[in-house]
C-alpha cells in the first residue's frame, strides 16, 4: 500500500495533494492564506498528514538503516506485524467516529479467538462452526456494549471500561487461563490459523491477515462513504441531536456500529490464531491501547465525525515502521514506546489545530 | 439399642464439629496477593496456598492486581489485610520498589511479610523471600546452550527476548543469569542491554506472550537472519519466538531456550519446540509461604534463607530431552509431571 517513498521534500507533499480526491472541499473561492487553505484541505482530508508522516518515516528509516529496512521483505514484514492491530483498530475507528470509545476491542479480540478454539479444540466442533459461533459472539459482545450506550444511556467510556473487564474476565475464567499449542491445532484444525498463511511475491511476504486487513479496509472505506448508513455515523459523530433531527435513526445506528465492531474484533480474533499459532490468554492485552492509538495517529478526531479508514491504516503501519525502524537502527526498545508516545501528542496536536476552522 | 448409640454418635460428632469451630478458626488469617489472577503460573499458586491454608486451618483471603505492573491495587489489598488484622501476607510483588514502604507499614502492624517469586528492593524489605533463584535458571539455560553449540558457541548470533522496557528484576535475572551461563561479560548485572559482547544481535521486548514474542523475534531476525541461539523470558515467548522462525523456515536453525515449566512449555521442549527450560515451582512457593505464617503465627518463629542466598530457594530444574555434560537437568518426563499451569 505504501510502496517505496524516495523523496521527503515539500513538493512531494504537494504532489500527493492533488492526486487526492478534493472534491468535497468545495469552498467559496475568496482569497485565503496558505495556512488556512492547509487547513481546510486537511480538514476535509484527513488521512493525508498521517500519510506523510508515514512515507517521511519510511524514507528516513531507508536512508538511515538502509536496505535492511528498505526491501520488500522488512516492508512486508510490517505489514504483517500491523494486520491484527490494523484490523481491530478499524474497529475502533467506527465506534470514535460516532464520538464513542471502546476499550473493549481488545478483550472482545481474545475473547472470540479463545472460544473459537476452545469449542473446536476442547469440545469437539467443527472448525466452521466453531468460528461462526466465535464471530457470532463477537457481534453479541459489541450489541451489548451498544446497548448499555444507547438503552442504558451510559457514556461509551465507561460502557467498555466495565465491558473491557467483564469480557477479558470472562474469558480467564472459561479458559482458566490455558494456552492451547501451535502444533496441536495444526494437527486437528488447521483453519483456525488460516489467516497465518502465507504468501511470497519475490522477496515481500503477505499473511492472509494482511489481506484481511486491506479488504475489511476497503469495504469499511466504501459503506463509510458510499452508503447512508456510513454517512449517518460520521453525521451521529458530528453532532447527535442533529442528525436525530434529520431523521437520522441515533440509537439504532450506534447499537449496529457497536455489532459490527465487534464482528470485525472477532475476526481480528480469528486472525491471531494465525499470528501466533496458538490459542492463547494472554495475548492481546494492550491491542485496545494499540488500535486507539494507531486511530488517533491515523487523524480520526476522537471527538467523533472526522476522520478516516485509510488514516488508521496509515496510523497503525506509522507504529509498525517506527518500530522496526528503531530495533534495526539499534536502539533499545524504550525508545520505541516514547516515539509512539510522542507521535500521539503530535497527531492530537495538529487534530485540534484542524478542528479549529470549524469554530 | 442401634439408634440410640448412632444418635450418640451424632451428638458427638455435632459436639466435636462445634468445639472444631472454634478452634478451627483460632484467629489465623493470611493474604495472598499476586500480580494478576490471569497469568497460570499464579493460578497455580493460589492453588497450592489454597490447598496448605485448608489443612492447616488458616483462612485466606487472595487478591490480585488487574495488570502486571498495577501497583495501587496491591497497595490497597495490604492495607486490608492491615484492617482485617491478618498474621501473614503473601506478595507476588508487581512493582518491587514502590510497594516497599507498604510492606513496611504491614510489618510494623506485626504481619510476617513473604515475597514469593519477585523479590521486594531491597530484598530484605519483606521478612523472607520464597522464590525460584531466577538467575541460576537463567544460568542453567546459557549452560546448555553453549554446551549444545560446543565449539560453535564462540560464533554465536544470539537473539535476547526479554520480559519489559521497565526491566522488572525477574527479567534481569534471568537475562543476565543466560548470558553469565553462556559465558559473557555481564557489564552491569542489574540491567540488561548494556553489554558489548558481539554475539548478541539485539534485545527486544515480548510482554511475555506469544505474540511479543512473535513480532520480537521478527524484528531480531531482521536485524541479523543468522541468528542460531533465542533466549526467551517465558515459554509463550518461546512458542511465538518458534512461530516466527518457522515462518521463514528458519525453525533448524536456531536453538530456543526458556524459562518457567508450564506444561505447554515442557511438551514444547518434548517436541522439539524449545531445546531446553528451566522449570520453577509456584505451587511449592505458596505452600511452603503458608506453612511459614502457621509457624510465626504458632511461636514467632521467622522462616531462613538458604545458605549462600539472601533468599529461600523454591528449586530450579533443567528440562530436557538432550542432557549436556556438566549441566545437571531433569528429563522431559520429570518435567512433565513437576509442571504447572
Known amino acids: ?359 | 439399642m442401634k439408634t440410640i448409640s448412632r444418635a450418640a454418635l451424632a451428638c458427638a460428632v455435632v459436639a466435636g464439629g462445634l468445639t472444631a469451630v472454634p478452634a478451627f478458626a483460632a484467629d489465623i488469617s493470611a493474604c495472598l496477593i499476586t500480580k494478576t489472577d490471569t497469568n497460570p503460573f499464579f493460578v497455580k499458586m493460589k492453588e497450592g496456598a489454597t490447598a496448605k491454608a485448608a489443612e492447616l486451618g488458616i483462612t485466606l483471603k487472595s487478591y490480585a492486581g488487574k495488570i502486571d505492573g498495577d501497583n495501587e491495587t496491591q497497595v490497597a489489598a495490604i492495607e486490608t489485610c492491615i484492617a482485617d488484622g491478618a498474621k501473614g501476607i503473601l506478595l507476588v510483588p508487581s512493582d518491587t520498589k514502590a510497594i516497599v514502604p507498604t510492606v513496611q507499614k504491614a510489618r510494623d502492624a506485626g504481619i510476617l511479610v513473604i515475597a514469593l517469586d519477585t523479590p521486594l528492593e531491597p530484598i530484605t524489605a519483606a521478612d523472607a523471600t520464597f522464590a525460584t533463584d531466577n538467575f541460576k535458571a537463567g544460568e542453567l539455560i546459557g549452560a546448555w546452550a553453549a554446551g549444545t553449540l560446543g565449539d560453535k558457541a564462540k560464533d554465536a548470533r544470539i537473539a535476547m527476548l526479554d520480559l519489559a522496557t521497565n526491566q522488572p528484576t525477574v527479567g534481569v535475572l534471568r537475562d543476565q543469569g543466560f548470558m553469565q551461563g553462556f559465558g559473557m561479560d555481564l557489564a552491569d548485572p542489574n540491567k540488561w542491554g548494556d553489554e558489548t559482547d558481539p554475539r548478541v544481535i539485539g534485545h527486544d521486548v515480548t510482554s511475555g506472550n506469544e505474540q511479543g514474542g512473535r513480532t520480537a523475534m521478527e524484528n531480531l531476525m531482521q536485524k541479523d537472519p543468522g541468528v542460531n541461539v533465542v533466549y526467551t523470558i517465558n515459554e509463550p515467548a518461546a512458542a511465538g519466538a518458534f512461530e516466527a522462525l518457522k515462518a521463514v523456515g528458519l525453525e533448524s536453525q536456531a536453538l530456543i531456550v526458556s524459562v518457567d515449566g508450564g506444561c505447554p512449555g515442557v511438551q514444547n521442549v518434548q517436541e522439539g519446540v524449545i531445546g531446553a527450560t528451566s522449570q520453577q515451582y509456584p505451587l511449592l512457593m505458596a505452600s511452603m509461604g503458608i506453612e511459614a505464617i502457621k509457624q510465626f503465627a504458632d511461636d514467632g518463629t521467622l522462616p531462613a534463607n538458604t545458605p549462600g542466598l539472601d533468599f529461600f530457594n523454591t528449586g530450579v530444574n533443567l528440562v530436557t530431552d538432550k542432557p549436556v555434560e556438566g549441566v545437571p537437568s531433569i528429563s522431559v518426563e520429570e518435567g512433565l509431571a513437576l509442571c504447572w499451569g
Open chain 1, 1 to 359: 500500500m505504501t510502496d517505496q517513498p524516495k523523496h521527503t521534500s515539500g513538493q512531494d507533499f504537494e504532489q500527493s495533494l492533488a492526486g487526492s480526491d478534493t472534491a468535497v472541499a468545495a469552498f467559496d473561492s475568496e482569497r485565503r492564506g496558505l495556512m488556512s487553505r492547509l487547513q481546510h484541505f486537511l480538514h476535509s482530508s484527513p488521512a493525508m498528514v498521517p500519510l506523510f508522516v508515514l512515507l517521511v518515516a519510511t524514507a528516513t528509516f531507508s536512508i538511515v538503516v538502509g536496505p535492511k529496512f528498505y526491501s520488500p521483505f522488512a516492508l512486508t514484514l510490517i505489514l504483517q506485524q500491523v494486520a491484527i492491530t490494523g484490523i481491530v483498530a478499524t474497529a475502533a475507528t467506527l465506534i470514535i467516529l460516532t464520538a464513542g470509545i471502546d476499550l473493549s476491542v481488545g478483550a472482545i479480540m481474545v475473547l472470540t479467538s479463545v472460544v473459537m478454539g476452545r469449542v473446536a479444540m476442547i469440545d469437539g466442533w467443527p472448525t466452521p462452526l466453531a468460528i461462526a459461533f466465535g464471530i457470532a459472539l463477537g457481534g453479541a459482545c459489541g450489541w451489548i456494549n451498544g446497548m448499555l450506550v444507547t438503552k442504558v444511556k451510559l457514556p461509551p467510556f465507561i460502557v467498555t471500561l466495565g465491558t473491557w473487564s467483564v469480557f477479558a474476565a470472562a474469558m480467564f475464567i472459561y479458559s482458566s487461563n490455558e494456552t492451547i499449542r501451535s502444533q496441536e491445532i495444526a494437527a486437528e484444525h488447521p483453519l483456525l490459523q488460516f489467516f497465518g498463511t502465507t504468501f511470497k511475491v519475490g522477496g515481500a511476504v503477505f499473511t492472509y491477515a494482511v489481506f484481511l486487513m486491506v479488504i475489511l479496509a476497503v469495504i469499511v472505506w466504501y459503506v463509510l462513504n458510499h452508503t447512508a448508513w456510513g454517512r449517518h455515523v460520521y453525521a451521529i459523530g458530528d453532532d447527535p441531536e442533529a442528525a436525530e433531527l434529520a431523521g437520522v435513526r441515533v440509537d439504532r445506528t450506534l447499537v449496529s456500529v457497536y455489532v459490527v465492531a465487534g464482528i470485525i474484533c472477532a475476526l481480528a480474533g480469528w486472525a491471531l490464531i494465525g499470528r501466533i499459532g496458538a490459542i492463547s490468554p494472554q495475548s492481546g492485552q494492550n491491542e485496545n491501547i494499540n488500535a486507539i492509538t494507531a486511530v488517533v495517529i491515523g487523524g480520526t478526531s476522537l471527538f467523533g465525525g472526522r476522520g478516516s479508514i485509510l488514516g488508521t491504516l496509515f496510523g497503525a503501519l506509522i507504529v509498525g515502521v517506527f518500530s522496526l525502524g528503531l530495533r534495526l537502527w539499534g536502539t533499545d526498545p524504550q525508545w520505541t514506546q516514547l516515539t509512539v508516545g510522542a507521535l500521539i501528542i503530535v497527531a492530537v496536536a495538529i487534530d485540534q489545530w484542524i478542528r479549529r476552522i470549524s469554530s
